[in-house]
């Protein structure tokens, strides 16, 4: 999932289970759903490295992928 | 065949001059300063070349003042006239005004068009498209031996490694700069990923002694920044002027750098979100199964079946209690029966019909009756009799009988 969608899923659910009107087990099943989300998107974050590629115009527009030396 | 004019020198040289000044006239010339020189006279002597050629530049005491001290190197605009200077027969050029490019008619040029393109619309503010709050790929369109990437790239590892960049190549100064920064921008707006086109573009070069904006202020780049179908960010690295790209550009920054600030967001701000999310979440439920307990636990002490162990125990109790009074009934009230029947006991072992033998007496019976014999006419001769002593017992036959 998208980190912007991760997000979003996460605040909803924040909101829902603040306002404590759902039935126990929904709510638990709810709050363990958005720990996994929180925990996914932690490791995305953490997990990040910058990739860099060069676009080089070939014959006739063809588009190609070189990895630029980032050091 | 006409008789051939014969010039003096001063003849030819004032000729030559006159052809020059009014053939030419006055125009702007654009070159490098080389060998400046200060004549007492408060003359100004100068040399402006190019790649391929020179030029003797005079600038003479009086004129409008020189915008700038004079360095060799620096690139200039003089706006005369070509002469020749008669005593010496040398050609050279009278300047009335010299000033640094940029300046001047440059700038006059850039004010038209910034104008031109303003009235058109490529700098609405209607025009401006919104950035992706996070963006994952992110095009750059700049030189590949300049500082730019690599201070885009050192941002954006910090910052938001998440996103992947894609280096554009293209020249941005000297005279192709234009073409390939509109080629290169065309195919950053062409480009896709796995079916996904650039969030963003940053259009730039880094920053540092280049004077040269040129190819930033190039109506080609301009329009084809206004026509690139992803959001551009210009970062032109010039803290003075404003390049009409950054008119265009839907964000404008100040460096590479900062471009690639502006465009992320803060990977270690995102990651403190979801951990403060997260314990919102434990907070949210926790509240609701503290209020499930409490509900519980009401419900429990409402109830009779609380601590149903201790109903248990105290019902055991009391059977205890009353099991042990129903045990006193016999030690107590039924005391004297008991003492009675404990005589009564006594009594029946004296009359006990084993005692006796234990003295030495026996009992004998005849064989198949109950009752002892008592009286010897009772057996006939050979009858078989058995005798019953304290310990075992004899079966013998009767041999003799004596009555008495």
């Known amino acids: 999932m998208k980190i912007e969608q991760a997000l979003a899923k996460l605040e909803e659910i924040t909101a829902t289970l603040e306002r404590g009107d759902l039935p126990l087990d929904e709510a638990i099943r709810l709050f363990e ?10 490791r995305q974050l953490d997990a990040a490295r910058l990739r860099v590629d060069q676009i080089v115009e070939q014959a006739k527009d063809t588009l190609d992928v070189e990895p630029f030396d980032v050091s | 065949m006409n008789e051939q004019r014969v010039y003096t020198v001063s003849e030819l040289n004032r000729a030559a001059r006159g052809l020059l000044e009014t ?43 020189v915008l700038a001290a004079l360095e060799p190197g620096m690139v200039v605009l003089a706006f005369g006239h070509a002469t020749v200077y008669e005593p010496r027969g040398r050609y050279q050029f009278v300047a009335s005004l010299v000033q640094p490019v940029g300046a001047g008619l440059l700038h006059a040029a850039f004010e038209r068009l910034k104008e031109k393109l ?10 401006k498209r919104p950035l992706p709050a996070f963006p994952r790929l992110i095009g750059v369109v700049t030189s590949p031996v300049g500082a730019a990437m690599h201070d885009i790239a050192a941002v954006l590892s910090r910052r938001w490694p998440l996103a992947r960049v894609v280096l554009f190549p293209s020249s941005v100064q000297g005279e192709a700069a234009p073409g390939e920064l509109v080629a290169a921008l065309g195919r950053a707006g062409r480009f896709t990923l796995e079916g996904t086109p650039l969030d963003l573009v940053i259009v730039g070069r880094g920053g540092g002694a280049a004077e040269d904006l040129a190819a930033f202020n190039d109506e080609r780049v301009a329009r084809a920044v206004y026509a690139c179908p992803v959001p551009v960010v210009s970062a032109v690295g010039h803290d003075i002027d404003v390049s009409i790209t950054d008119f265009v550009a839907d964000l404008r920054a100040p460096t590479p750098s900062a471009a690639a600030e502006l465009t992320t967001p803060d990977r270690a701000e995102i990651a403190e ?16 199964l503290a209020s499930v307990d ?12 609380r601590e ?11 059977l205890d209690f009353l099991v042990s009074q129903l ?22 072992r004296l009359t006990d019909p084993r005692r006796p033998l234990e003295r030495g007496y026996s009992i004998t019976f005849v064989e198949g ?18 005798t019953v002593l304290a310990k075992g017992r004899i079966q013998s036959r009767v041999e003799g009988v004596r009555e008495e």
């Open chain 1, 33 to 42: 759903e958005g720990l996994a989300l929180a925990a996914d998107t932690k």
């Open chain 2, 23 to 65: 053939s030419l006239g006055d125009v702007w010339m654009k070159g490098e300063v080389a060998e400046v020189t200060r004549a007492p006279s408060g003359h100004l002597y100068f040399t402006l070349k190019d790649s391929e050629a020179e030029i003797d530049v005079v600038r003479f005491r009086g004129r409008a003042p």
């Open chain 2, 118 to 127: 303003r009235q058109e619309g490529l700098f609405d503010v209607s025009h």
């Open chain 2, 273 to 288: 979100s979801v951990r403060r999310m997260a314990e919102r979440l434990r907070v949210a439920v926790g509240t609701q």
């Open chain 2, 294 to 305: 409490r509900v519980l636990r009401s419900a429990l002490r409402a109830s009779l079946v």
């Open chain 2, 308 to 318: 149903p162990r201790r109903l248990v125990e105290t019902r055991e109790q009391k």
């Open chain 2, 327 to 348: 045990l006193r009934v016999p030690r107590e009230a039924l005391a004297p029966q008991v003492a009675r029947l404990r005589h009564a006991e006594d009594l029946l």
């Open chain 2, 369 to 386: 009756k109950t009752t002892p014999l008592r009286l010897a006419a009772d057996v006939v001769l050979g009858q078989r009799v058995e």
